[in-house]
């Protein structure tokens, strides 16, 4: 069995840190036969690695870390390292995140909010970063959206790449794919999103990137945990001041307590960049 379908077949059915030790001593392959022997629900004995990717990969690549293209920074993720990724689009990854910067915020926003993330994802993407970000409603389709114009953007579904997420969303998800962009995912075609996978995609997002800036975000949000990921793997976090707004509840916290650095306009973006 290749290294490919064997680390899919295990990202598949286990997160990383589940067979990292194993995996640290074994090849995929073995490490996947060690699974297969012990596993008394008849799941893995049924599942056919080759065949598997094989027609998984008639519609995104499955990049594994051997992989030229693979992109280094992702070993700050420790034994959360994806086992593989998912990717529709540019798989040139190690170029495409070389100046990534991710632009995020509140799904259900206002039109000031959705006009301000398109001038910061605008000028971002003029200035040559890569603007990356989720696809999710306001903010972040916003970013995409400005982005593409003048540049690459790169997506991180939580989902598998099938489909978009939102589904609404499947025209801008073509645009980014075809125009020199890429969208990533942890998970095979076929999965759906969760809890579990929005919250693993943020750690992925904010992984890939240098730089994460907050548009705009409540507490206990998507967007915040995204933030609270950036902290995590000590990648710079910037957000735009709290208007006292409910909807900026996150940011003015992560800024009251030191936690991101005040970026009110894009032109100081580009300066603290």
Not at 40 to 69: H, K, V, W
Not at 141 to 162: F, I, K, Q, Y
Request: aromatic residues 4%.
């Amino acid at each position: 069995m290749s290294d490919r379908a064997a680390l899919a077949a295990l990202a598949a059915h286990f997160t990383p840190d589940q067979v990292a030790a194993d995996l640290a001593q074994h090849s995929p392959d073995e490490v996947w036969e060690q699974r297969v022997r012990r596993d008394n629900t008849g799941l893995l004995t049924r599942y056919r690695p080759e065949s598997e990717l094989a027609n998984a990969q008639l519609s995104c690549r499955f990049l594994i870390p051997s992989d030229p293209q693979w992109p280094a920074a992702l070993t700050d993720l420790g034994a959360a390292c994806p086992l593989g990724l998912w990717v529709r689009g540019h798989d040139h990854l190690s170029e495409l995140t070389a100046s990534t910067i991710v632009v995020t915020g509140n799904r259900a926003t206002s039109p000031e909010t959705i006009d301000r993330a398109r001038e910061f994802a605008g000028a971002i993407a003029e200035a040559g970063h890569t603007v990356a970000a989720s696809l999710a409603y306001g903010v972040d389709a916003a970013a995409h959206e400005a982005a593409l114009p003048n540049g690459p953007t790169l997506a991180v579904l939580p989902r598998g790449l099938d489909q978009a997420y939102p589904h609404t969303h499947a025209p801008l998800l073509s645009s980014i794919t075809s125009d020199g962009g890429a969208a990533v995912s942890l998970y095979r075609p076929g999965t759906l999103p969760s809890g579990a996978t929005l919250k693993a995609s943020a750690h992925l997002l904010v992984a890939l990137a240098h730089t994460v800036i907050l548009i705009e975000t409540l507490d206990h949000s998507q967007a915040l945990r995204t933030a609270e990921a950036a902290i995590a793997l000590k990648r710079p976090l910037l957000a735009v001041p709290s208007d006292g707004g409910i909807r900026s509840g996150g940011n003015g916290r992560l800024l009251a307590e030191g936690r991101a650095v005040s970026c009110p306009t894009p032109t100081r973006a580009l300066e603290l960049l």
